[in-house]
T-cell receptor
Framework: AQTVTQSQPEMSVQEAETVTLSCTYD???????LFWYKQPPSRQMILVIR??????QNATENRFSVNFQKAAKSFSLKISDSQLGDAAMYFC???????????FGTGTRLQVFP | SAVISQKPSRDICQRGTSLTIQCQVD?????MFWYRQQPGQSLTLIAT?????????ESGFVIDKFPISRPNLTFSTLTVSNMSPEDSSIYLC?????????????FGPGTRLTVL
């Protein structure tokens, strides 16, 4: 069975600084997709960034980028120039190619200090 | 993308009662899912809502406890039956399409349920 692990329950960062959130996963599949979702206090789950496993190039969305290491089964999220609005729970999620099910990690609570 | 609404946004219920949560999407979608997020926990998939047929439940979730309907491509309901305090959670609806090589799922705002 596939699993997703986020080993950092909480992280904090100073405004304008950079922070990296860790995620590892376990799968025997070769084709899959990885996602980072953000959940602010409003509870709304927002897709931050996604990565297809067959792509070697790391995905980037503005201030958000990932470091995807397929052999190590690692998928970390880097937030650059952190903003107060980035404060939220961040969930790493996995989906393999032949199912629609998302498997979520336990989340990392990010605090951003002014 | 899609605009997803859930009703109610929150409710406080008595033990032994049932609550039906509605999920409405502003466009037709292929996939609809129901997730549970227990306090301080991650999201766990309850079931996939299938249009015109019975939902597909994940291990640990049964139809008698969480009956689901999906009469069309824009609407689904989840009922939490015979509630106990352990059912206190946020329940989220998510939707998606088959878009190229991957499926992106969008989430509703969630329903916060407290069972006394």
């Amino acid at each position: 069975a596939q699993t997703v692990t986020q080993s950092q329950p909480e992280m904090s960062v100073q405004e304008a600084e950079t922070v990296t959130l860790s995620c590892t996963y376990d799968t025997s599949e070769s084709d899959y997709y990885l996602f980072w979702y953000k959940q602010p206090p409003s509870r709304q789950m927002i897709l931050v960034i996604r990565q297809e496993a067959y792509k070697q190039q790391n995905a980037t969305e503005n201030r958000f980028s990932v470091n995807f290491q397929k052999a190590a089964k690692s998928f970390s999220l880097k937030i650059s120039d952190s903003q107060l609005g980035d404060a939220a729970m961040y969930f790493c999620a996995y989906r393999n190619d032949n199912t629609d099910k998302l498997i979520f990690g336990t989340g990392t609570r990010l605090q951003v200090f002014p | 993308s899609a605009v997803i609404s859930q009703k109610p946004s929150r409710d406080i219920c008595q033990r032994g009662t049932s609550l039906t949560i509605q999920c409405q999407v502003d466009s037709q979608v292929t996939m609809m899912f129901w997730y549970r997020q227990q306090p301080g926990q991650s999201l766990t998939l309850i079931a996939t809502a299938n249009q015109g047929s019975e939902a597909t439940y994940e291990s640990g979730f049964v139809i008698d406890k969480f009956p689901i309907s999906r009469p069309n491509l824009t609407f689904s309901t989840l009922t939490v039956s015979n509630m106990s305090p352990e059912d206190s959670s946020i329940y989220l609806c998510s939707v998606g399409w088959r878009a190229g090589s991957y499926n992106e799922q969008f989430f509703g705002p969630g329903t916060r349920l407290t069972v006394l």
